[in-house]
């Protein structure tokens, strides 16, 4: 009787821990996809391509204005789109660490849960 006890607690904590808290994951791993278009869409938008390709093309003329060109690539890289894209993938990883941080103890000490 006592193996089929800890079957069930065992499984209500899978409920609990991994089922219902999924839907919240999913959500999450779902809005990296619009964070990457609104970088892509900010990208395309400010520039940072074309002064990319001029300093693959042309580095004799940007040796000469190094300062300018660089302050320019700063201001054009598009900041809020990168740190969207790159604040979701870190929180999809954090709830990903948790989830199998829960399941990994659930069934190591079957007793905690």
Same mark, same amino acid.
């Given at each position: 009787? &006592?193996?089929?006890?800890? $079957?069930?607690?065992? &499984?209500? *904590? %899978?409920? =609990?821990?991994? /089922? /219902? #808290?999924?839907?919240? *994951? $999913? ?6 996809? #619009? ?6 869409? &900010?990208? $395309? ?14 580095? %004799?003329?940007?040796? %000469?204005?190094? @300062? &300018? ?8 890289? #598009? ?7 790159? !604040?979701? /993938?870190?929180? $999809?990883?954090?709830? =990903?660490?948790?989830?199998? @941080?829960?399941?990994?103890? !659930?069934? /190591?000490? #079957?007793?905690?849960?």
């Amino acid at each position: 009787m &006592e193996m089929s006890r800890n $079957a069930y607690i065992l &499984e209500l *904590f %899978v409920l =609990f821990v991994m /089922i /219902i #808290p999924s839907p919240v *994951f $999913a959500a999450q791993v779902a809005q990296i996809v #619009p964070a990457y278009s609104y970088m892509l869409s &900010e990208l $395309a938008g400010s520039g940072f391509r074309g002064y990319v390709s001029l300093l693959l093309s042309d580095g %004799v003329t940007l040796t %000469v204005y190094w @300062k &300018e060109f660089g302050l320019t690539i700063l201001e054009s890289f #598009p900041t809020v789109g990168v740190t969207l894209l790159c !604040a979701s /993938i870190l929180v $999809a990883l954090g709830m =990903f660490r948790l989830a199998v @941080k829960n399941f990994d103890a !659930a069934i /190591i000490h #079957p007793q905690f849960a």
